[in-house]
């Protein structure tokens, strides 16, 4: 695969329509480059979408810090683990399509002069409900940029 990577700018799309779109790009062998992640956003309340996620930062076990769930903060590892769970993970396939996603909050100097496409479907001009950015959500669970 010596093919170009997709470079997708993710200011104003909705996460989980992007993250679908990313997951059957890299299930289908291709490279792909996801910058401005801190400007995706989620649609719903600020409230019931920090609240379902506080909950579930308060999961952890009685042994060792080692076995216990790894919760992502930053705005990058969460649209990680949002495409990871649209992956065949347990499968092999999976785990190879998983090390083909790169990425980055805000732009990198190397992709600074390259075109990024943005999704039409993921978009959010839409969208009539309110909505959080990843950024914002990110700073409810803890992250200091």
Known sequence: ???????IDATNLILGRLASYVAKKILQGN????INVEKAIISGKKSSATKKAKARLKTRTLGSLEKSPKHPKRPDTIFRRVVRGMLPWKKP???EAYKRLKVF???PEELKDKPAISIK????????CPYISLEDFAKELGWVK
């Open 121 to 128: 479907e993921a978009s959010a001009s839409k969208l009539r």
């Open 31 to 34: 490279h792909v480059l996801v």
């Open 105 to 107: 909050i805000g732009v």
């Open 93 to 95: 396939k999976g785990k």
């Open 1 to 7: 695969m010596d093919e170009q990577p997709i470079i």
